[in-house]
């Protein structure tokens, strides 16, 4: 019979022998700070962890599998299964649904109302594990790839965004709750209590820029450049519902002035599904998807009487109860 827990030093170590692949495990044994934090994750509040958090299955002293989550928005209570993984001799043993449930049930006492996550659409028996345990498809998300050399890039430097109408500039910290708001108009509004991403999430990511339009100094627009591998680039795109006619532009400013191109470049564009003008645009340079992930969502509706409703000045529920 086999326990869950919080992993100790010897677990980490496992861990990264087993996974070396994994770029989590690999950092918190490399990094004090990050691996004393995973020690003491259970005395942190879960609002106040900055590093994922990881359970384990255990057997004795055998490691079975491991699932990893990491807050994704504190407004809205919403948490990122990041990875479920169990040992390929352990497949279809229940050890990965134990492990999902638990972790529902453990932070849905918390307080966490909404758990995503990203599976690829390919990963049948990940996807029947999700399901079982509740979870839904709210969007898809597509990855939109391109190769880019010295000839094709001329085709990017033809409606590039023009100065003196707009900007861009290097994302700082106080940025951030304008890009909350930016993120959470762009979500439809049925998906924003799950969807909706906080100013954390835009905290932690790096090699950001934002989109000013200059008449009423306004960040109209956002985009993350990531290099995943040598000639390989991750772009992340968001625009104000009413400035989404501007993606061609943004985009091909962005792989013209922030991605060295010499020789060849891959860039890839993520896209949700509900960005439908973002789709449009990739398509006509000839971005094709290669991947498509489905986003699915399991939503923890607590008990009445254990919720902190808001009180209006009579005593009555300032928000109705659901």
Request: aromatic share 10%; with cysteine.
């Amino acid at each position: 019979m086999f326990k869950i827990r919080t992993p100790n030093l010897n677990d980490l170590k496992k861990l990264s022998e087993l996974f070396c692949d994994n770029f989590d495990f690999t950092q918190i044994n490399r990094i004090p700070i990050k691996r004393l934090s995973c020690l003491l994750q259970g005395l942190i509040p879960c609002n106040f962890r900055s590093l994922p958090s990881i359970h384990i299955a255990v057997e004795e002293n055998n490691l079975l599998g491991y699932v990893v989550l990491r807050c994704l928005s504190k407004p809205n209570n919403s948490w990122q299964i990041d990875e479920v993984h169990v040992l390929d001799e352990l497949r279809n043993e229940g050890v990965g649904e134990e492990l999902l449930r638990y972790v529902l049930s453990v932070y849905g006492g918390y307080g966490v109302e909404h758990f995503l996550a990203e599976i690829g659409s390919e990963n049948t028996p990940a996807l029947s594990l999700f399901h079982q345990c509740g979870f839904r498809r709210y969007a898809k998300v597509y990855f939109y790839e391109k190769e880019i050399d010295s000839k094709s890039i001329e085709e990017f430097q033809e409606k590039p965004l023009l100065g003196k109408d707009f900007t861009l500039r290097v994302q700082t910290n106080n940025d951030l709750p304008e890009l909350e708001k930016l993120e959470v108009s762009s979500v439809p509004p049925d998906l924003r209590s799950a969807l909706g991403k906080s100013k954390e999430y835009f905290k932690e990511k790096k090699d950001s820029i934002v989109l000013i339009d200059r008449s009423r100094n306004l960040i109209i627009g956002w985009a993350n450049i990531q290099k995943q591998a040598e000639e390989s680039y991750l772009i992340e795109l968001l625009a104000s519902p009413g400035w989404t006619h501007l993606y061609e532009q943004f985009l091909n400013t962005i792989i013209c002035d922030y991605i060295p191109i010499q020789n060849k470049v891959k860039v890839t564009v993520k896209a949700v599904d509900y960005l439908t003008e973002l789709a449009e645009i990739l398509k006509k340079p000839g971005f094709l998807p290669v991947k498509v992930r489905e986003l699915l969502v399991r939503t923890i509706w607590q008990k009445i009487k254990e919720r902190n409703l808001q009180k209006a000045k009579l005593g009555n529920p300032s928000i109705a109860p659901t």
